[in-house]
Every structure is written in structure tokens, then in C-alpha cells.
């Protein structure tokens, strides 16, 4: 594929991913960070994200199966990915986790388990769009090219 | 230059043409590296540190140490901390800095996802420098060094 072609079809890609909300500024934010000294700053970072994110997923699964439910427990984690999300642009996440905050600290148990279901869906979500938002442009940089930023 | 004056402040070391010494203080690992790269990207040395507690040992005022002796975390020119840490927080760790002879006069700022004017007015009270919202942006490092340049 040309080179052209594929600036074109990430930067499509891209624009699309925030226009639905999937992404926002702050992901933009971290690839202006990216340079030569850190050229993969990014893949970091998300690799970072995906690994802390299912760490914490996993413990919320656990702490919500527990006889007694430990709310505070759970507002800790919640937050813990709330800040993580927020930290890489991750908008739907972030968004679903101030959902969970709030049943949390309602006490909602019923609450609290959508809410759960919900932040692992969207979370499955932007893992999907990123790894693939990051091959494309891995491959642009590989054939000598330059990531079209969103402004 | 003796660094446990209030000569090693920002704006000397600046003069001097030196990289700023920054310790970064955040449990999330996220934004750990985000903030070390912010930092790099603004010509600081950065150091990081997980928690309050390995915080206050770097600098050399951990339980367990001779506070009156010289130790790397002398050389700190900034401390930019989160505020929600488990155990120690980000004002806890401010406090202990002010509290401390050999620390006092070395900038803290503060980092906080949320915007809560009483926990900002705390924070500023207690002799923050600055309070700054996460997530950090290029354009907040720039501001913050603006700022520290002209601290007297």
C-alpha cells in the first residue's frame, strides 16, 4: 500500500476513534511526548495501561464476588483505573468508571456489578481499537513515514 | 553551591545552566512514566518514587535516617507529588518537606484528578507552590517552569 494511502487510513481511523468518544485529547497528548530519545513512548504506556487495567478488573471481579463487599476497597481500584484511563486518553473507560464511583459509593451492589460489566466492555473495546491504532502506525514508521497527528 | 541553601533554589540552578533535579512522587505506574517524560522533555533530571515513604527516604528524611546529613535527595530541586496516595498523601508528604531544615525551601507541587477548591486551598496553605489537575499536559510543565523561574 502506498504511503499516502496509509497516512490516510490511520489518520481516518484515528479521527474516527475520537469523534466517537473512544479516544480524546489527552491521547494526543502522549504521541506529541514520543520522540527519537523515546520512540516507543506510546507502545509503552498502553502496554503499561493494558497490563495495570486487567490487574484491576481482576481484583474488582474478586472484591465484588466477596460475601461482604468492601466498598472501599472497591472506590481505590475504581479510582486507581479512573486515573489510568483518564492519564492515556481513554475516555469511555474513564467515563464508565465515574459511573462505577458513584454506585460504589451509593452502595449499590447491583449497581456496582453493571457498572463492572460495563468498564470491562469498554475496556475490551479501546484494548481492540488501540492495538490496532498502533500496528498501522508502527507500520507507517517502519516504511519511513510520519504518524498524522489529530489537532 | 551549597545545596542546602536557599541559594539551590530553581531559578539560581537555572543560571547556572543546569538540568533541574525533579522527584516525581506518584503510586500510579501510568503516571509515573507520563510525568517522568513531561519532565525529560523540559530539560529535568527526573527521579521517581511509588510512594510518600520511599519520597521521604530518597531525600533523606525517612525514619530510620540522620536528618542533619547530606544525601542525594539534597540536590532536589522540585518535588511534584500526587495528592491520593495510599498510606502517606501527597499533603502529608508536603508537610513533612516544610517541616524539614533541610527541605523547606525546595518547591512542591501538588497533582490531583480532582478539582476540590478546599483540598487546593489546603495544599497552598501549607506552602504548595502549585496545584496542578491531572492529567498533566505539555502546556502545564511549561507553565510550571515559567513560574519557578520567576519565584524569588
Redesign the interface.
Known amino acids: 500500500m502506498e504511503m499516502c494511502q496509509m497516512r490516510v487510513q490511520v489518520f481516518e481511523y484515528k479521527q474516527s476513534l475520537f469523534r466517537e468518544g473512544t479516544l480524546d485529547a ?1 491521547f494526543t ?2 504521541q ?2 514520543q ?1 527519537e ?2 520512540p516507543d ?1 506510546v507502545a ?2 498502553v502496554s ?2 493494558f497490563e ?1 487495567s486487567e490487574k484491576i478488573l481482576n481484583d474488582l471481579t474478586r472484591a465484588l464476588e466477596q460475601k461482604c463487599i468492601d466498598f472501599k476497597k472497591i472506590d ?1 481500584h475504581v ?2 483505573l ?3 484511563s ?3 486518553g481513554a475516555q469511555k473507560v474513564k467515563n464508565a468508571c465515574i459511573t462505577f464511583r458513584n454506585c460504589g459509593e451509593e452502595q449499590n451492589i447491583e449497581g456496582c456489578f453493571t457498572c463492572l460489566q460495563l468498564v470491562k466492555q469498554e475496556y475490551l473495546l479501546v484494548k481492540t481499537k488501540l492495538e490496532t491504532l498502533l500496528r498501522m502506525e508502527q507500520q507507517i514508521l517502519a516504511a519511513g513515514g510520519a504518524i498524522p497527528m489529530i489537532e | 553551591m551549597d545545596a542546602t541553601s536557599s541559594s539551590s533554589s530553581w531559578k539560581g540552578m537555572m543560571e547556572q545552566g543546569n538540568e533541574p533535579h525533579v522527584l516525581a512522587v506518584d503510586d ?4 509515573r ?2 510525568v517522568e ?2 519532565l ?2 523540559s530539560s529535568c533530571k527526573v527521579t521517581t518514587a511509588e510512594n510518600g515513604l520511599r519520597a521521604l527516604e530518597y531525600l533523606g528524611l525517612g525514619n530510620d535516617q540522620d536528618n542533619s546529613l547530606e544525601t542525594s535527595g539534597s540536590k532536589v530541586n522540585l518535588i511534584i507529588t500526587d495528592y ?1 496516595m ?1 498510606g502517606m498523601t501527597g499533603y502529608d508528604l508536603l508537610k513533612k518537606v516544610k517541616e524539614s531544615n533541610a527541605m523547606k525551601e525546595v518547591p512542591v507541587v501538588i497533582m490531583s ?1 480532582e478539582n476540590i477548591p478546599t483540598r487546593i486551598n489546603k495544599c497552598l496553605e501549607e506552602g504548595a507552590q502549585m496545584f496542578m489537575l ?2 498533566l ?2 502546556s502545564d510543565v511549561k507553565k510550571l517552569r515559567c513560574q519557578l523561574m520567576t519565584r524569588s
Open positions: 489527552q497528548q502522549l506529541q511526548l520522540d530519545s523515546n513512548f509503552e504506556v503499561l495501561f495495570d481505590a479510582h486507581q479512573k486515573g489510568s483518564s492519564s492515556v | 500510579n505506574i501510568i503516571d512514566k507520563i517524560k513531561l525529560k522533555n491520593c495510599p484528578s491531572k492529567p499536559k505539555q
